[in-house]
């Protein structure tokens, strides 16, 4: 069974930085497309980063240059290290993996609340 639990997020100022994990069982984070999603109070989910299995990065226009995507493939564990907040990143953050080469995502945590406030 996979599993997906995330971690990291609370509550922080503008400006300030936060490191989201991702931590996975049953499922190999080297297999396929890992990524990070977020979703605020009445919008639709939005990706936000994306590792390819062969280590590519890929972001979100809105945190090109401020968020990071990682793995660490000993712990199996995704990561998202946010930093330069903004009010406008205020959301659940999602982790997510695909169950195949096209990055399908199949597989979702259940999130953890990022508030970006004064």
């Known amino acids: 069974q996979v599993q997906l639990v995330e971690s990291g997020g609370g509550s922080v100022q503008p400006g300030g930085s936060l490191k989201l994990s991702c931590a996975v069982s049953g499922y190999t984070i080297t297999s396929n497309c890992m990524a990070w999603f977020r979703q605020a109070p009445g919008t639709e989910r939005e990706w936000v980063a994306r590792v390819d299995s062969g280590g590519w990065v890929h972001y979100a226009d809105s945190v090109k240059g401020r968020f990071t995507i990682s793995k660490d493939n000993a712990k199996n564990t995704l990561h998202l290290q946010m930093n330069s907040l903004k009010p406008e990143d205020t959301a659940m953050y999602y982790c997510?993996?695909?169950?195949?080469?096209?990055?399908?995502?199949?597989?979702w945590g259940q999130g953890t609340q990022v508030t970006v406030s004064s």
């Open positions: 997510a993996a695909s169950s195949s080469m096209f990055c399908t995502y199949t597989y």
